[in-house]
């Protein structure tokens, strides 16, 4: 008896991960190698993606960008395009955080994280979806946050990039559905990664708090992520596509907070 293949196994296929260089994109891009793929990693730090590339084992490719800048995502497409000719998986995880109530929020802290997380992740994707279609379809992953789900207080821009990243990710199922190219976003709740470090050193008590906030009362880790990640990425999920998945143990869509009523034990 023969065995049919995994739907999970990408052998053959060509994944990018931007933000690659650490956290959630770094545990993506290994996953992604795990599962089979040849892995492009993108990210500012060209030392960081070499420590990446060496843990990789299909030939992983590094191109190294700065996606703040204007016309950088359509830049980066090109460059990747030229490296190696067409993708089947796009992972837009690159992103920065903005912590502001709205009186401290300044035009040059909006430009910043839109820049990031919006603009340059829209134009990398127009640039390389093409490339998908030519290819038969393919799937892209975007990374967005329970912050664009819920009201998170303090953060209204970024909770605005990332409503704007589900929101993409709707749209952009609809236009290129037709051509086999699926498009979904993850939501995490509280990961443990870098992207936490000045909070967790500015904002007293804030660690504990948002851990109450969770069902399964424990902050995620990378892989938590990467593993969806994968998932999406793969016929596992062939027939999912302009969904966003909250991965975030229970934490945007279930109240969690403790109220004891009158007749409840102790
Ligand atoms: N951790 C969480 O709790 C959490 C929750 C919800 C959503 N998310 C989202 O998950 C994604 C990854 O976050 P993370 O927690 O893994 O953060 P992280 O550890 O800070 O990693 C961010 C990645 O983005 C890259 N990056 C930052 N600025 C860039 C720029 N200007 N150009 C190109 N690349 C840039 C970084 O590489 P370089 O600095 O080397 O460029 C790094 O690889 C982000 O979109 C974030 O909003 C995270």
């Known amino acids: 008896m023969t ?22 994109g770094e545990a993506s891009a290994r996953a992604l190698d795990r599962a089979g793929a040849r892995v492009v990693i993108s990210g500012r730090t060209q030392s960081d993606l ?47 955080p903005m912590r502001r109530t709205p009186e401290q929020l300044t035009e040059d802290d909006v430009d910043a994280v839109f820049s ?26 975007n990374i967005s946050s329970v912050a664009g789900l819920h009201g998170p207080i303090g953060r209204v ?19 290129w559905g037709p051509q086999g190219v699926r498009v979904n976003s993850i939501a995490p709740g509280i990961i443990t990664t870098a992207i936490w470090e000045e909070s967790r ?18 902050w995620g ?9 994968v998932f999406f990425a793969s016929d596992a999920s062939r027939y999912v596509t302009g969904e966003t998945l909250a ?10 907070a403790k109220v004891k009523l009158p007749e409840m034990e102790d």
């Open 221 to 229: 880790d990378s892989d938590d992520i990467a593993d969806v990640v």
């Open 116 to 141: 990031i997380n919006v603009r340059s992740l829209l134009m990398l994707t127009v640039g390389l979806g093409p490339s998908m279609i030519e290819r038969g379809g393919g799937s892209i992953v």
């Open 201 to 218: 050193n500015t904002v007293p008590g804030l660690i504990e708090q948002l851990e109450q906030g969770v069902a399964l009362k424990r």
């Open 50 to 96: 070499e420590r990446v590339a060496s843990t990789l084992t299909n030939d992983p490719v590094i191109v190294q960008a700065d996606l703040s800048q204007p016309r950088s995502g359509t830049a980066l497409a090109e460059r990747i395009l030229s490296e190696v000719g067409g993708i089947d998986i796009l992972v837009n995880n690159a992103g920065i």
């Open 157 to 175: 821009a970024y909770a605005g990039t990332k409503g704007a990243v589900d929101a993409m990710t709707r749209a952009l199922a609809a236009d």
């Open 3 to 24: 065995q049919s293949a995994s739907p999970h196994d990408l052998s053959g296929r060509i994944a990018v991960v931007t933000g690659a260089s650490r956290g959630i």
């Open 247 to 256: 991965v975030d143990g229970g934490m945007a869509r279930i109240g969690t």
